[in-house]
């Protein structure tokens, strides 16, 4: 009996998560069609669509959504990332493929495969523990020294200590850090701050070291005047607002939920003020911008040759056939303007590399990323828990995997997780 009534609540569960994301996939479309199309037709965001199209973006979204609320049933982290990445880059890619329908077939099949693959893998792969790694308990001191002297020292030298509050007027401070002279070291440890610092201020928030997390703010802000990134900012905003509001891992509903928040009080300003603050920097800048530029990639190396990995693994032994950083390339390609770089992970990466190879390999190596980091949060508190998923979707879906593994400082956080000490009552 108590098995049937846990199937039964299991399965309502199951409908009310899938109404949910029915009911997100129609905002999506509404938000594309009455804003984004308005605000960005510059940038080729148009309706031009036909019911093929549109019956193609809806058995694309109906085959993979049963998937993706499987992920949402299940309260790992791994889950959680893949759930956030799936709500963020999914259902904008089914809207695209309707309103665009020029869009070739073997996209759709292509990244369909891909976000199959990832899913499905996810529900049948374990995490990995690497055990040896737990006499590392003094350690994390060490990484925040080395990535808190990095932002300080480099805050110094080239920006006098600049502090830095808007997120409009970021583009020529961006131009300017591009010709700051770093060395390797130093730059890795600055672009691993950008993701590991907001985890480890709530690691402090949570051991209640007020002294030390006032500290690491000013860090962070010191962090985001240096370049103005974005993601600094927002990482750091969501991961106080986890520390207030996450209760315990499962955490992926709420992701969803408050999506279609998001986009309805996006709608409510744009129809009702005027202004579109929420179109910007979540609708446009997370939802369809990344999403667009997957077929962007896709269209550019369908007619070029792939990378093979040589502007990444392999650039000190194999020169690249494009000269021109390939982030640069394709934005120079996608919008015709010069000076921008379009970087992107997750599909764009997987066939810029290796084609319908990518297609088919890279998900395997972005769950094992996803299993190791779930190895190393066990028993940590659900808190921290949610401020590491939104740091690595941050980072999984707007950088090649190269990029996360090697410049935003995965290694370090790796070790950083697993030196944290366990069984603390918060």
């Known amino acids: 009996m108590f098995f049937m009534r846990f199937k039964v609540e299991k399965i309502k569960e199951f409908i009310l998560i899938f109404l949910f994301l029915i009911i997100y996939r129609f ?23 036909d019911f ?16 993706i ?31 665009n329908k020029n869009y070739e077939i073997n996209y759709v099949i292509f990244i369909f495969l891909y976000w199959f693959i990832l899913l499905s893998l996810n529900l049948f792969v374990k995490k990995i523990v690497i055990k040896s790694f737990f006499i590392l308990d003094r350690i994390n001191k060490f990484i925040i020294f080395l990535l808190v002297s990095a932002v300080i020292f480099t805050s110094f030298i080239f920006t006098g200590f600049r502090f830095h509050f808007g997120l409009l007027d970021v583009y020529d401070l961006r131009v300017e850090a591009r010709e700051f002279e770093l060395n ?8 691993a701050a950008d993701y590991i610092l907001p985890i480890i201020l709530v690691d402090t928030m949570l051991k209640r070291k007020i002294t030390t997390s006032l500290f ?10 240096i370049a103005g990134s974005k993601h600094i900012i927002f990482l750091l905003f969501l991961s106080i607002l986890g ?16 999506l279609i928040l998001v986009l309805i009080l996006a709608l409510i300003e744009f129809g009702y003020l005027g202004t579109y603050f929420l179109t910007l920097f979540l609708s446009y800048r997370i939802m369809f911008l990344p999403s667009s530029l997957h077929y962007i990639y896709f269209d550019f190396f369908s007619k070029n040759e792939f990378d093979f990995f040589r502007q990444s693994y392999f650039k000190w032994f194999i020169d690249s056939p494009y000269k021109e950083n390939i982030g640069f390339l394709i934005s120079e390609y996608g919008s015709g303007q010069t000076g921008g770089r379009a970087n992107n992970g997750l599909f764009s990466d997987a066939y810029f590399n290796l084609g319908i190879m990518g297609v088919l390999i890279m998900p395997f190596i972005l769950i094992i990323i996803f299993k190791l980091i779930e190895g190393a949060v066990e028993n940590l508190n659900p808190k921290l828990v949610f401020s590491i ?33 366990r069984g603390i009552t918060y």
């Not at 594309?32 to 669509?49: A, C, E, G």
């Not at 390797?184 to 672009?191: D, H, T």
């Open 27 to 49: 905002l999506s479309d509404y938000t594309y069609k009455n804003i984004i199309t308005n605000l960005y037709d510059y940038q080729n965001y148009n309706v031009n669509s």
């Open 52 to 67: 093929f199209s549109n019956s193609l973006s809806w058995i694309f979204f109906l085959l993979l959504a049963p998937i």
């Open 69 to 99: 609320v499987k992920n949402i049933l299940i309260s790992t982290l791994s889950s959680n990332i893949i759930s956030l990445l799936a709500i963020f880059s999914v259902v904008p890619t089914s809207t695209l493929i309707a309103y």
């Open 184 to 191: 390797f070291i130093i730059g890795y440890l600055l672009s």
């Open 216 to 225: 690491l703010v000013i860090c962070i802000f010191l962090n985001f005047g």
């Open 243 to 258: 520390y207030f509001f996450i209760k315990s891992n499962r955490f992926s509903f709420f992701y969803l939920f408050f």
């Open 389 to 421: 998923s939104i740091s690595l979707f941050m980072s999984v879906l707007s950088l090649p995997l190269s990029t996360v593994l090697f410049s935003t400082g995965f290694f370090i956080l790796l070790i950083y997780l697993y030196s944290v000490p």
